[in-house]
């Protein structure tokens, strides 16, 4: 079947199969795939999750790293750069202004550290959020890889959701954007993002999407990988440079960052066919790198947007990739601001709800290639 033919038959309801050259070759297109592309994964979107738009408050609570990935403003080597680590009370009163607004879903955020005092704060902010609010509220972390035993106690504290982005599914790929130390280490990566589903955490990934030497093919394995894994949610978005980084002396080998936002607002759509239940943000980095990056990414087949509540004298320092602009709004206002936007695209932004990923509440059967072993060890899902 043409692409165009399985994606209208998929925009009407229908059953098509898109394979690895079909997704790597919907990536390689021209703009004319895009209409067809969109309409059939904002289809799928409307007939599982809805017009729903769910919302986490941010906070990043510490932009120190112990370290070293060769595309990020936090690498432990880039010395230029202040470090900050909130306190408790801080992040208690970050969380509290985003509560009041009526949010009811929070990421942590940080750089990977395994002290026990980090440790120990991340478990103390988890134990009062509990306490506070029990199974009103959803605690996200993505705070990198922890080993099993710190999960196991940030679980007990009240923590539900994990996110940790793969970055990418090719290992050789991986090896040339990470350092070679024996810290970064692909099987690792992959081997925690396993933990945390067989501990039962609800379990989000993604990639970063226009990196140097990336291809579609790439792109395609990534999008299989995410679906054969059965990740409950994603978020991925654009590279983008950061001078202060090893990886910026190649951004000649990247794609234009125009053709960064095409790819990302592509992957974003076929995963969306891929994966119908998912939950999928609309990222920040999408966002700065073009200003209606949040409609894009929403009618592409995102259903979640992520406002910052980190107050604005560290905001600047939480510095993973340049021309991150901080505007010191209150909350309120950017939530007005982002419900205004998208009821005019015909979305209702809804910060009250938990929004539980439907993949994760329902767990469906899990797609394994035939003959494979699933990446993700599926017979011990917790689910
Ligand atoms: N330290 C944790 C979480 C914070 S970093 C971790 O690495 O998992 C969160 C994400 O920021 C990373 O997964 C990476 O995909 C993204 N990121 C880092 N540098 C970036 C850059 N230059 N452009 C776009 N995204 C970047
Ligand atoms: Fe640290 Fe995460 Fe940045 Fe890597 S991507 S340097 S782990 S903050």
Known sequence: ??????????????????????????????????????????????????????????????????????????????????????????????????????????LLQSGELLGEPHIALVEKVLRWADESWG?????????GELPRAALERLKAAGGGRYLLRIE?????????LHPRDGLHRFEERIQCLRNLR?????????????VPWQTEESLAGDLLFLRDFGIDMCGMGPWIEHSGTPLYASRHEAPSRERRV?????????????????NMSATTALQTLTPTGLERG????????????????????????????????????????????????????????????????KAPPVYSPPGEEGVGDHDDQVH
């Not at 408050?57 to 112990?66: D, L, P």
């Not at 990418?168 to 040339?176: F, H, I, N």
């Not at 067989?198 to 226009?210: C, D, N, P, R, T």
Request: one cysteine or more; aromatic letters at 8%; hydrophobic letters at 45%.
């Open 262 to 278: 095409s790819l990302t607002l592509r992957m974003i759509a076929l995963l969306r066919i891929l994966m119908p239940d998912i």
């Open 198 to 210: 067989k501990g039962g955490w609800q379990a989000g990934s993604g990639v970063l999407i226009g």
């Open 298 to 361: 929403l009618a592409a087949g995102a259903n979640v947007f992520m406002p910052n509540l980190t107050p604005t004298r560290y905001r600047l320092d939480y510095n993973l990739y340049e021309g991150k602009t901080v505007v010191p709004d209150r909350i309120e206002d950017v939530l007005d601001r982002m419900s205004a936007r998208c009821a005019a695209m015909g979305r209702t932004v809804v910060p009250g709800e938990v929004g539980d990923p439907l993949h994760f509440t």
């Open 1 to 106: 079947m043409l692409l165009e033919e399985g994606l209208a038959v998929i925009e009407g309801g229908g059953e098509a199969v898109l394979g690895r050259d079909d997704l790597a070759d919907c990536l390689r297109r021209g703009p004319s795939v895009d209409e067809p592309l969109f309409r059939a994964a904002s289809a799928v979107l409307s007939r599982t999750v809805g017009p729903w738009v769910f919302v986490r408050g941010i906070v990043e609570m510490t932009n120190a790293c112990r370290k070293n990935c060769y595309y990020c403003g936090l690498r432990s080597d880039h010395s230029a750069l202040p470090r900050y680590s909130m306190p408790f009370e801080e992040i208690a009163a970050a969380i509290e202004s985003g509560w009041a607004a009526g949010l009811r879903s929070f």
């Open 168 to 176: 990418t599914s090719d290992p050789v790929l991986y090896a040339k």
């Open 135 to 143: 199974d009103s509220v959803r605690m996200v972390l993505s705070t």
